[in-house]
């Protein structure tokens, strides 16, 4: 299996706690869902074998996200 589909059955295995995590730190599904698709992004762009826990790396990522936005 390719990089790009391990990445990818990771993501969506996580996305419905990520959206959990942004939604209560937002308030809005628009804005988690946005907060979300940027960690996706962020994902794609980094060195997925250097991650240790893929989930608390998103966790993790998804929550900085969103204290970026709220301090927007």
Do not use: Y
Not at 8 to 25: D, G, I, K, S, T
Not at 46 to 59: D, H, R
Not at 63 to 72: E, F, S
Request: glycine fraction near 2%; include cysteine; charge should be neutral.
């Amino acid at each position: 299996m390719d990089r790009n589909k391990i990445l990818a059955q990771e993501f969506e295995a996580q996305r419905p706690h990520l959206r959990a995590v942004a939604f209560r730190m937002l308030g809005s599904l628009a804005e988690a869902d946005d907060a979300v698709q940027e960690a996706w992004l962020r994902l794609q762009s980094f060195q997925a074998g250097k991650i240790e826990n893929p989930a608390a790396w998103l966790t993790t990522v998804v929550a900085r996200i969103c204290l970026d936005m709220l301090r927007t």
